[in-house]
């Protein structure tokens, strides 16, 4: 009698940009799947050297990886509404915002960002490792309303993300359009690098001013743009930029990170994001779970933000206790923060202990590190 053949892992799937990324010496991680740059550690670069770069200069990130789905039809809006917490209706053409989907009992099916690219046509941007999930969601939930077509269209966009204090001057020369006419959370289409018909958004998840621009996925065409941008930053220190990097500027910007201060398990009241969420909007999928919360005075645990006073780093998942010694909550982001030079992390803790501002204990393995609560975001970045 043969044995079974051992399972085969699904090949990760590939950016366009991957053979990019291994000419210049990435160090490779699979993330949700995806063959990805976690950071470049060649010419005096790495993690530390990416995020100061964003924060002082420009970066540049391969973020392909993400997912588009788009709404067509005269059912559009109604079904947007339906499976998001922010109201899609206030938005006009070229206007973008920070929403969710959530599921029954208003927590994350996964976070995302709602574009009106005009009547009845709105495009999704939701992340990478949730995208065939929440596709399935999606029409699960909507696919059966009259008048609405859905498409995943992630397979025929590369996104390229600029961030940086220079990274307007970056992109600038290489396209004519006004980038200074598009607003935080608006969008436009342009030329860029002698391509057509590409989405520049200047939406961002760095703490940073930076834009994204939407291309055509084929390798050609997608090389040649990031090689324009690397280009176009050199006279202002360009550098590349991995995951690495991208995770601790969203950390220091004090930005949730799905599976971390938001999944199916926290809901939108313990994860700290009221702001997006709009209650009269009308019906949507979890409200009437979130309506409760509030009627029973509000949520029994809140996200907040730690610095380290002691030595030590609060990783993700570490334990955190009251001083007094009873566990209250543990870590869902941890790390050194590069620009802020200190050690910094999010904790989702019991309201009593988030309310009180108190200092905490971080159990940083078998040892029990003091850290102080500090307001969120950790780094703000001055207006200009």
């Not at 099916?109 to 939701?126: A, E, F, K, P, S």
């Not at 108190?358 to 500090?374: M, S």
Request: hydrophobic share 40%.
């Amino acid at each position: 009698m043969s044995t079974p053949a051992a399972p085969v892992a699904p090949a990760l799937k590939k950016t366009a940009l991957n053979a990019t990324h291994r000419a210049l010496k990435a160090k490779m991680v699979d993330f949700g799947g995806w063959d990805m740059p976690v950071e470049y550690p060649g010419n005096g670069g790495g993690l530390i050297a990416e995020h100061m770069a964003v924060r002082t200069a420009v970066g540049l990130f391969d973020v392909s990886h993400m997912g588009e789905i788009q709404f067509r039809g005269p059912g559009s809006l109604a079904a947007v509404q339906r499976i998001t917490m922010n109201d899609a209706s206030k938005l006009k053409d070229g206007q973008a915002h920070y929403s969710a989907l959530l599921n029954p009992q208003g927590g994350f099916v996964d976070d995302i960002l709602v574009h009106r690219l005009g009547d009845n046509d709105y495009l999704l941007v939701v992340n990478a490792g949730t995208k065939d999930k929440d596709y399935a969601w999606i029409r699960q939930q909507v696919g059966g309303y009259p008048g609405i077509h859905l498409s995943d269209y992630s397979s025929y966009y590369s996104q390229l993300a600029v961030q940086g204090p220079r990274a307007q001057e970056t992109l600038e020369k290489l396209t004519k359009t006004d980038l200074s006419a598009i607003k935080n959370y608006w969008f436009t289409w342009g030329q860029v690098a002698g391509v057509h018909n590409v989405l520049i958004a200047r939406t961002g998840y760095s703490g940073e001013d930076g834009f994204e621009v939407y291309i055509p996925s084929d390798e050609a065409t997608t090389v040649k743009v990031w090689d324009a941008l690397m280009e176009a930053g050199a006279a202002y220190g360009i550098r590349p930029c991995g995951l690495g990097a991208r995770n601790t500027l969203r950390l220091e910007a004090g930005m949730s990170l799905y599976g971390h201060e938001i999944s199916d398990e926290i809901n939108v009241l313990e994860a700290g994001l009221e702001r997006w969420l709009k209650m009269d909007k009308g019906e949507f999928i979890g409200r009437e779970a979130l309506a409760k919360v509030q009627a029973e005075g509000g949520p029994k645990r809140k996200i907040i933000g730690l610095e380290m006073v002691e030595r030590g780093i609060g990783r993700d998942g570490y334990a955190v206790y009251s001083l007094e010694g009873e566990p209250i909550g543990q870590i869902t982001s941890g790390s050194p923060a590069p620009f802020l030079k200190t050690n910094i992390a999010m904790a989702l803790v019991q309201t009593a202990a988030a309310t009180s501002g108190a200092d905490v204990l971080v159990d940083v393995r078998g040892n029990r590190v003091r850290a102080k609560q500090v307001p969120l975001p950790f780094y703000k970045r001055a207006k200009k």
